[in-house]
């Protein structure tokens, strides 16, 4: 429950974040609309970018009865959760109920899986079910376990595409038993949408969705998300905060005595440099390497040994957050090079967990110490939502300039703004709000100057 209500508090609490989350939430909604569900559409145009697993589950919380922020996020944060509780059983089954507790502290109060399962994106629910089926493949010794692995790689291919195809690859050499259910439970599930949307939109489906989205997205710069090779291991240190300290036991040999460890060890490896090797990159991609990886981390730090001062200095790092709730605003609107770093004695309140970390370390008490950790991890994350939320609203989701302008949007049309503030602004408009031409200098025109949104009115 407290796990619950940590990944469900405030989901309404700022409006639609980035190009993203508004693009896909608008489809969701027209899906609930109109009852289409094979064709996904953004303000009335078919919109190929991704499959439809998110945008069913945006549909749903509309039909019941769900509004805005609610309908696009809980269905991702209720997944994240029961996930979780997956993930859980299923290393404590394997491996033994201490090293689940650890592994499942590290995935649920890590930076990059918290904030994956608050916003409205395609990666929890792709990576949720790949792990699962991962899980499975691996550990799972029942007849119908191959079919089970298979249905949630299909549900995985229908959260991101052919990307889980890949990534489960490798998988398949260590289960040949269970390869023909595998591939024709993930059949079952993902080829039906892909066959019958290719049949209703024929070449532009082709063309979009399996050129443009995933051999062209992975050869050319042309979506412009170029980054360097090494540009995932600053992001993977970054989305395991604050566990971050964690992942230097993982260049200790003895780690991977354990042919388990070595087998997913090994995957995430594979995961990083396929990643790598992509000319265009987003922080999001390398979310599914995350279980793995938290198994990994908590078979590392049981292994250490001085576990005391690996969970002081992740305790400590915690006294960062104040700071990361100041620039979080700037950072996503701008960018983090942009971003004005204030230092903040708040941060100075998380200092509390470090004594009470090290004596239960030192007592031999681990998983109680890990438990602290990610309590205080937890009790950061409310601080961010508490403090950072409110200036997200006002200055980087349109929604709050919607609501305090919304008699004048409703007839004005758009100058030069960013896209992000575009999508925003139709989203909360229910519609597409024209661009201003030259016959329509007597609207209301919405301006971007820099970081802020302004409305003139002739």
């Known amino acids: 429950m407290p796990l619950l209500a940590l990944y469900t508090l405030s989901l309404g609490g700022v409006g639609l974040l980035g190009p993203d989350e508004p693009r896909y939430a608008s489809i969701g909604r027209q899906m609930a609309q109109s009852g289409d569900i094979v064709t996904p559409r953004l303000d009335g ?29 809980l269905p991702g944060a209720l997944l994240s959760v029961a996930f979780l509780v997956f993930f859980y059983r299923s290393v404590a089954d394997e491996f033994s109920a201490e090293l689940a507790l650890t592994a499942s ?11 994956y399962s608050f916003a409205a994106l395609t990666d929890l629910g792709m990576s949720a079910a790949l792990a699962g089926a991962m899980l499975i493949t691996l550990y799972e010794k029942r007849a119908r376990s191959g ?32 390869r023909l259910a595998i591939a024709a439970g993930a059949l079952l599930v993902a080829a039906p949408w892909h066959v019958w949307c290719l049949s209703v939109n024929g070449a532009a489906f082709w063309n979009d969705y399996f050129w443009k989205q995933h051999v062209a997205r992975f050869f050319t710069p042309a979506l412009e998300h170029v980054q360097p090779f090494w540009y995932y291991l600053p992001v993977v240190l970054a989305a395991l905060f604050p566990w971050t300290p964690l992942a230097a036991l993982l260049a200790r040999p003895g780690v991977y005595a354990d042919s388990r460890l070595r087998l997913l060890g090994a995957w ?37 040994r001085v576990k005391r001062w690996w969970l002081a200095v992740c305790a400590l790092l915690l006294i960062g957050l104040p700071v990361v709730a100041s620039i979080l ?9 942009s971003a004005d770093v204030r230092p903040s004695l708040a941060g100075l309140l998380f200092l509390a967990a470090l004594p009470a970390v090290w004596w239960l370390a030192s007592k031999g008490r681990l998983q109680c110490a890990v438990l602290t950790v990610a309590l205080a ?28 302008n919304r008699t ?14 575009q999508y925003g602004l139709n989203y909360y408009a229910g519609r597409p709000i024209p661009s201003c031409q030259a016959s329509e200098l007597g609207r209301p025109m919405v301006h971007g100057t820099q970081d802020v949104l302004s409305i003139a009115v002739p």
Do not use: Q
């Open 45 to 73: 145009e078919p919109w190929f970018e991704k499959p439809p697993l998110l945008y069913w589950m945006i549909a749903a919380g509309h039909t019941v009865g769900l509004r805005a922020e609610w309908a696009a996020r």
């Open 105 to 115: 502290a590290i995935l649920a109060t890590s930076a990059g899986w918290i904030a």
């Open 147 to 178: 079919w089970l692995a298979g249905g949630l790689l299909g549900f995985a291919i229908l959260g991101k595409g052919l990307v889980p195809v890949v990534l489960f690859a490798p998988l398949f050499f260590v289960a040949p038993g269970m």
């Open 268 to 304: 995430v490896l594979y995961g990083l440099v396929f990643f790598s090797a992509s000319r265009n990159k987003l922080p999001g991609y390398i979310l599914p390497l995350m279980p793995a990886l938290a198994i990994v981390l908590a078979a590392a730090l049981d292994a250490a």
């Open 329 to 337: 605003p700037d950072a996503l609107l701008s960018g983090i090079r």
């Open 377 to 404: 991890a937890g009790l950061g994350i409310l601080y961010i939502k508490n403090t950072a939320f409110p200036a997200l609203d006002r200055g980087v989701s349109v929604r709050a300039f919607w609501l305090t």
């Open 408 to 421: 004048i949007l409703e007839r004005a049309c758009l100058g030069e703004i960013r896209r992000t503030w």
